[in-house]
Nanobody
């Protein structure tokens, strides 16, 4: 399976961006999809996840109320709408596909995209 993240860029604090994740090579609709990020000098962290049928979404406390995850299974594409961006949101954002339908803490994600850089200026 291949994942291709896109949509990153430079934005001012308070602005918005929408990331996309195109998936190929696997039945996308069967698996949870997640977004993670890694800031310079920090470990990769969980941002958001969405269950296989879009019925359940999960967010890190740091982005809750500002970010929205969604997916279009027919288009094999996932999205992360980011609003009210802060400088601390600056990171490389990765999309990933899991091995099960629902997310839980520590759930395995075995397929990863290459990442897209989001830079938020103050």
């Amino acid at each position: 399976v291949q994942l291709q993240a896109s949509g990153g860029g430079l934005v001012q604090a308070g602005g918005s961006l929408r990331l996309s994740c195109a998936v190929s090579g696997r039945t996308f609709s069967r698996y949870v999809m997640g977004w993670f990020r890694q800031a310079p000098g920090k470990e990769r962290e969980f941002v958001a996840a969405i269950s296989c049928g879009s019925g359940s979404t999960y967010y890190a406390d740091s982005v809750k109320g500002r970010f929205t995850i969604s997916r279009d299974n027919a288009k094999y594409t996932g999205y992360l709408q980011m609003s009210s961006l802060k400088p601390e949101d600056t990171a490389v954002y990765y999309c990933a596909a899991g091995t099960q339908c629902y997310y839980y803490a520590g759930a395995p994600f075995n397929s990863w995209g290459q990442g897209t850089l989001v830079t938020v200026s103050s």
